[in-house]
Nanobody, 124 residues
Framework: VQLQASGGGLVQAGGSLRLSCAAS????????MGWFRQAPGKEREFVAATSWRAVLTDYTDSVKGRFTISRDTATNTVYLQMNSLKPEDTAVYYC??????????????????WGQGTEVTVSS
């Protein structure tokens, strides 16, 4: 599975961005898909995940109510809509796929494939 993340950029605090992650190589409609981020000088952290058929979603507390993860099974794409962005959301965002399981997962090691990352910068 190859993952291509896009949609990052520079935005002012309070603004919005939508990240996309296009998967190729296999149909990922039955896979768990997640977003992680890594801020400068920090470890990569979980942001959001969606289960097979988007039955379950999970978010880290700091983005609840502001970010929404969704998926389009027809195009093998997962999205992360980010609203009310804050400077602390500045990071490189990575999408990831887990090829088994029907729940949502928060740990890096539980994912099998990773995209290359897209950079998000939120100015104050």
């Amino acid at each position: 599975v190859q993952l291509q993340a896009s949609g990052g950029g520079l935005v002012q605090a309070g603004g919005s961005l939508r990240l996309s992650c296009a998967a190729s190589g296999r149909t990922v409609s039955s896979y768990v898909m997640g977003w992680f981020r890594q801020a400068p000088g920090k470890e990569r952290e979980f942001v959001a995940a969606t289960s097979w058929r988007a039955v379950l979603t999970d978010y880290t507390d700091s983005v609840k109510g502001r970010f929404t993860i969704s998926r389009d099974t027809a195009t093998n794409t997962v999205y992360l809509q980010m609203n009310s962005l804050k400077p602390e959301d500045t990071a490189v965002y990575y999408c990831a796929v887990r090829t088994s399981g029907s729940y949502v997962y928060r740990t890096e090691g539980e994912y099998d494939y990773w995209g290359q990352g897209t950079e998000v910068t939120v100015s104050s």
